[in-house]
């Protein structure tokens, strides 16, 4: 069997495929400190307070990615709908990867020290240790929310039922927010992944499609 074939019966596995390429690669940049890091600030995150509570959506962001992909692979019937969002998904960090290699930025807002020491604050620390303040801009925690919510909330299942969208829609918005508020990301993090999953969210669920019909 061909490679293009397999790849065309087997599209479902791509990603999982993808996710040990995608960690060594971002593995490899956050190893990096012999390049001259930009410092990516702006006047907005001076009035966002560090704020230790959204640890808990900053963590949900893993459950709510893994739920949704799992959901969507095994929805047999509709597994287009997994399908776009493996692409969002793969486009997205690879942009982002790419945009880490050729300009390397960080951010240098956590706080030298908490207020109080807490559950929250020792989540935090360590997640401050096993996590550089290197490669921020464009933020993959805040292009993946916003590309899981899009899947689930556009997925066969779910896209008549309000309730569900408005929850996904909730967590995705507090997952974004956390970013902020507990120093990993700036405002402009958050703003470039937005904007940049709107470009794939252009080609993959609108123009696509479309072309599709047409054909």
Known sequence: ????????QNRHIIFILYCPVYLYCFAWLEARDNVPFKPIHCFVDDWIPFCEVFIIPYLLWFLYVAAVLLFLFFQREHLEDYYRCAAALILGMSTCLLIYYLFPNAQQMRPEHFAHTNIFTDIISFIYTADTDTNVLPSIHVYNA??????????????????????SLTLCTLICLSTMFLKQHSFLDV???VGLYLVYYILIYRLLPERRKKQ
């Open 1 to 8: 069997m061909k490679m293009k074939d397999f790849i065309k």
């Open 146 to 167: 916003v590309a899981i919510h899009t899947a689930f909330s556009t997925s066969h299942a779910f896209r008549s039922k309000k309730g569900w969208r408005l929850a």
């Open 191 to 193: 703003i470039t992944a």
